[in-house]
Every structure is written in C-alpha cells, then in structure tokens.
C-alpha cells in the first residue's frame, strides 16, 4: 500500500534514476497515479515529470535545449522533495 511518506520516498528515489540515466521507462511509479488526489502540489509535478521524462526520451535527443529544461526540471523537483522530506523528518 502507498502511504504518504513512501510515495515521497519513490518519487525521490525515481528522480534520482532518471537523472543518473538508469532505468528508462516508468521507474515503478504507476502505482502513485491511482494515489494523484492524496499527493501534494510538489508530489504531482514530480509525477507527471518523471512520466514526461519516460514519453520523451527523442525530444530529449533533439533539441539539447529541451533536455537542459526537463533535467533542470527534475533537478529542482528532487531539491523541493528532498526539502520537504528533510522537514518533516525533523519534526
């Protein structure tokens, strides 16, 4: 079952891969699309990221200009994500 924090966690650990180029595709988060409602703004944005990373592995190739803004993307998803999992961890 996806519970709040290990949807988090998934997705912090999904972005991680995706940027480290392991893992093409899905990185296991469809689950997370049937739990939309209960993610935070932060959490969706990273969702639907990570699905656009998967579909546009040929936009990424040409132009580079595109790659930059979804890395860029992603990069700033995971700092939120990992913001937010910090504070919450220290509560």
Not at 1 to 28: D, F, P
Not at 30 to 39: R, V
Not at 61 to 72: I, L, M
Request: proline residues 3%.
């Amino acid at each position: 079952m996806i519970t709040k924090c290990n949807a988090r966690e998934l997705l912090v650990n999904a972005i991680h891969s995706a940027l480290a180029g392991e893992l093409e595709g899905r990185w296991n988060v469809d689950p997370l699309f049937k739990q939309y409602a209960m993610l935070d703004r932060a959490e969706r944005g990273a969702l639907v990221q990570l699905r656009n990373w998967a579909e546009d592995k040929s936009l990424r190739e040409f132009p580079p200009a595109h790659a930059e803004f979804s890395k860029r993307r992603l990069t700033g998803l995971l700092r939120l994500l990992s913001a937010d999992r910090a504070a919450t961890n220290s509560l």
